[in-house]
């Protein structure tokens, strides 16, 4: 790739676009789509540093970013066509008419001590045990290298991992301890908050993603109350059957779905204007975004700031303008 790279300098001096399109299909694309399968299963590490050289060859080829010139290569259209399309089909559904969502909902107080149960009843499955054997399997070596533990990738995510890793790190003689014992309890009731707070996040997601969202189309939502499980077949099941059946029979439902909370100012928030902060010096793409950015504490720092300055200048010009009197 980098005897390439000095190939394509000195021939785009003298070649057009065309021509330079046919000499990087010709030496360089020709390479990697050869190896293609030898690469496959090579580590991202590798995969990366292959795709950082293409990247490279291709800005340094065509003076472009290297982005517009792989969507150009492989649909023949320029980025921007591509950009501004999926702009005026955004917040469009791909198959109308043929999702329905089932939302189960509760009230808090409920799912709360629902949630806690859930816990309980996990620790009571072996979950302890299972942390244990995980973490002296796959964790345990990585902090032996000196290497932190990493609970942003893979089955490290999980709820469970990052609440336990104090109780994880104690030898196994202090696990019996008081200290232990401490340790176990807090990091149960630090399992139950987590779990708590990611039902809320779903919740909210399904409200932003849904409800509260000003340009998008939504499928429609039908709410199912749990909070009284006497009352399942009644308040869930049943319902849940009819909404179906009237769905794929493409009847009238007995049952409203759920209308969206967008008000009619949050509607005409136009999600693609350009708007030009002069205190920052900053270029904003979107109504929504721009009211966040004047009310942001950045903003703020920024207007104090010059409002100081301000200040500071004036207080300078008065005592010059006493100096020369």
């Known amino acids: 790739m980098r005897k390439l790279m000095w190939v394509f300098r000195k021939l785009k001096q003298v070649a057009d676009v065309k021509i330079l399109t046919t000499t990087y299909k010709a030496l360089a694309q020709s390479i990697l789509s050869y190896c ?43 980025h921007s066509d591509v950009l501004d399309e999926q702009k005026l089909s955004e917040g469009q559904l791909r198959r109308p008419g043929s999702t329905v969502i089932l939302w189960l909902t509760c009230e808090q107080s409920v799912h709360d001590v629902r949630l806690n149960a859930r816990v309980d009843a996990m620790l009571e499955q072996g979950l302890i045990d299972e942390l244990l054997d995980f973490h002296e399997r796959h964790n345990k070596q990585r902090v032996r290298d000196g290497q932190p533990p990493d609970y ?20 196994p003689n202090k696990k019996d301890s008081d200290e232990g014992k401490k340790l176990l ?3 149960i009731e630090n399992m139950k908050m987590a779990t708590r707070r990611y039902a809320r996040r779903q919740n909210k997601m399904v409200k932003s993603r849904f409800l509260n969202h000003a340009t998008r189309e939504i499928p429609p939502i039908f709410e199912l109350n749990t909070t009284n499980l006497s009352q399942w ?11 179906v059946k009237s769905f794929i ?10 209308k969206s909370n967008v008000s009619g ?7 693609h204007s350009s708007n ?11 109504d929504k975004e721009f009211s966040i950015h004047l009310n942001s504490h950045k903003h703020m720092r920024v207007l104090k700031a010059k409002k100081r300055l301000a200040k500071n200048a004036e207080m300078k010009k008065n005592e010059d303008t006493k100096k020369s009197e």
Request: aromatic share 8%.
């Open 152 to 171: 942003t990738k893979g089955i490290f995510q999980t709820l469970g991992f990052k609440e336990f890793h104090e109780y994880l790190m104690l030898p």
């Open 276 to 286: 030009y902060c002069k205190d920052c010096e900053r270029l904003i793409i979107g």
């Open 265 to 271: 100012e949050k509607s005409n928030l136009n999600a």
């Open 233 to 243: 077949d009644n308040e869930v099941k049943e319902k849940a059957i009819n909404i």
């Open 36 to 78: 293609n399968p030898v690469w496959g299963g090579a580590a991202k590490t590798h995969l990366l540093t292959l795709e950082r050289g293409q990247r490279v060859l291709l800005k340094a080829t065509f003076n472009k970013p290297s982005r517009a010139i792989e969507v150009w290569l492989k649909t023949g259209r320029r």
């Open 185 to 187: 309890q807090e990091s």
């Open 249 to 258: 029979t493409n009847s009238p439902c007995q049952y409203e779905h759920l």
